[in-house]
């Protein structure tokens, strides 16, 4: 678009400077318009020409967006299907849900997982990977080895595939859709899993191991799977609820932006949570902010008691008046 853009710009100049050219060189008859009228006259139809051409473009580029998007979506729906395109049935590793929820595992068992794996990663069926490796981890603990195992396999073979696996799993679009309602189905079991694998040290972790620690349970996806989970399990909550306070006692926070921490507190009902919140702007200055936004979203009576008392010293206008809202006026 923004070569478009620089043509037409381009021969709105030449235009533009032709006309004068013109102007200066022909001799006025009497009764023409004056040639400032015929320049500007000129100049006000390039410009209109242009804005009608900037706007077909937009049309178009919007019109392409949605062709990509289908074109995604077709692409998806083929993936569910065998290699032969004239199955009737997916295939073991295929869709694992339908319109109306959850249609059943892509495994019924682990013993089928790694024929599972074997076909997805021959057809480079990455979402079918993915919705594998989900399913091992509903399987709870029983199932955390056979994941690892494959997730590790998964990261040496696409290396010796010539990485192509591995660049795909970089693409924004393969975290969207599918993924991310895998995530939202099974937001208990990547929880649990993630506490786990939180409590292990970091020397035992495997490449792979270590990637879904920092990509998903060390930075800002583990709030949005707390966010679904808005302690509906007790232990797993107050599991969490250990860590972040571990992390919040360590010097550097073990590594771990703080406004993570923050934010995946937040997620979580009730005063203890709020508790770690004000601890942290009584004892660190630094990202106060960050756990007064914090207590904005949890919301919990010892949230709005804490904002109550912070009020008085609060300079920021648009947080002090987002804080009186909170507390109803």
Same mark, same amino acid.
């Given at each position: 678009?923004?070569?478009?853009? !620089?043509?037409?710009?381009?021969?709105?100049?030449?235009?533009?400077?032709?006309?004068?050219? /013109?102007?200066?060189?022909?001799?006025?008859?009497?009764?023409?318009?004056?040639?400032?009228?015929?320049?500007?006259?000129?100049?006000?139809?390039?410009?209109?020409?242009?804005?009608?051409?900037?706007?077909?473009?937009?049309?178009?580029?919007?019109?392409?967006?949605? !062709?990509?998007?289908?074109?995604?979506?077709?692409?998806?729906?083929?993936?569910?299907?065998?290699?032969?395109?004239?199955?009737?049935?997916?295939?073991?590793?295929?869709?694992?849900?339908?319109?109306?929820?959850?249609?059943?595992?892509?495994?019924?068992?682990?013993?089928?997982?790694?024929?599972?794996?074997?076909?997805?990663?021959?057809?480079?069926?990455?979402?079918?990977?993915?919705?594998?490796?989900?399913?091992?981890?509903?399987?709870?603990?029983?199932?955390?080895?056979?994941?690892?195992? /494959?997730?590790?396999?998964?990261?040496?073979?696409?290396?010796?595939?010539?990485?192509?696996?591995?660049?795909?799993?970089?693409?924004?679009?393969?975290?969207?859709?599918?993924?991310?309602?895998?995530?939202?189905?099974?937001?208990?079991?990547?929880?649990?899993?993630?506490?786990?694998?939180?409590?292990?040290?970091?020397?035992?972790?495997?490449?792979?191991?270590?990637?879904?620690?920092?990509?998903?349970?060390?930075?800002?996806?583990?709030?949005?799977?707390?966010?679904?989970?808005?302690?509906?399990?007790?232990?797993?909550?107050?599991?969490?609820?250990?860590?972040?306070?571990?992390?919040?006692? /360590?010097?550097?926070?073990?590594?771990?932006?703080?406004?993570?921490?923050?934010?995946?507190?937040?997620?979580?009902?009730?005063?203890?949570?709020?508790?770690?919140?004000?601890?942290?702007?009584?004892?660190?200055?630094?990202?106060?902010?960050?756990?007064?936004?914090? /207590?904005?979203?949890?919301?919990?009576?010892?949230?709005?008691?804490?904002?109550?008392?912070?009020?008085?010293?609060?300079?920021?206008?648009?947080?002090?008046?987002?804080?009186?809202?909170?507390?109803?006026?």
């Amino acid at each position: 678009m923004a070569a478009v853009r !620089l043509v037409i710009a381009a021969l709105f100049c030449v235009a533009v400077g032709f006309g004068i050219a /013109l102007l200066g060189s022909s001799p006025e008859p009497p009764t023409a318009p004056h040639p400032a009228d015929r320049s500007g006259e000129e100049i006000a139809r390039l410009a209109a020409r242009i804005a009608e051409l900037d706007a077909e473009i937009d049309t178009a580029s919007r019109d392409e967006a949605l !062709l990509r998007a289908e074109l995604a979506r077709a692409r998806r729906a083929l993936a569910d299907r065998s290699l032969d395109p004239t199955a009737a049935a997916p295939p073991s590793a295929g869709p694992r849900f339908g319109a109306g929820g959850t249609t059943g595992r892509s495994i019924q068992s682990l013993e089928e997982a790694e024929a599972a794996y074997e076909q997805a990663f021959a057809a480079g069926d990455l979402e079918a990977l993915w919705l594998l490796g989900a399913d091992l981890l509903a399987f709870g603990e029983e199932g955390y080895p056979l994941f690892e195992k /494959l997730l590790e396999r998964f990261m040496s073979d696409g290396e010796k595939s010539g990485g192509a696996m591995m660049r795909r799993w970089n693409e924004e679009e393969l975290w969207l859709g599918r993924f991310f309602r895998a995530f939202a189905e099974e937001h208990e079991s990547f929880l649990a899993y993630g506490l786990s694998l939180a409590e292990r040290d970091a020397g035992e972790l495997g490449p792979g191991l270590e990637r879904i620690r920092r990509e998903i349970f060390d930075d800002e996806f583990l709030p949005v799977l707390l966010a679904f989970h808005r302690g509906e399990d007790p232990e797993l909550t107050a599991g969490w609820l250990d860590h972040f306070e571990g992390r919040l006692a /360590l010097p550097d926070l073990g590594g771990v932006d703080p406004e993570t921490i923050l934010f995946g507190i937040a997620q979580i009902p009730g005063d203890r949570a709020a508790d770690l919140l004000v601890d942290w702007i009584e004892t660190h200055p630094d990202h106060r902010d960050d756990a007064i936004d914090g /207590l904005l979203l949890q919301g919990s009576p010892r949230a709005l008691e804490a904002l109550r008392a912070l009020l008085p010293s609060i300079t920021d206008e648009s947080l002090r008046a987002a804080i009186e809202q909170r507390l109803g006026g």
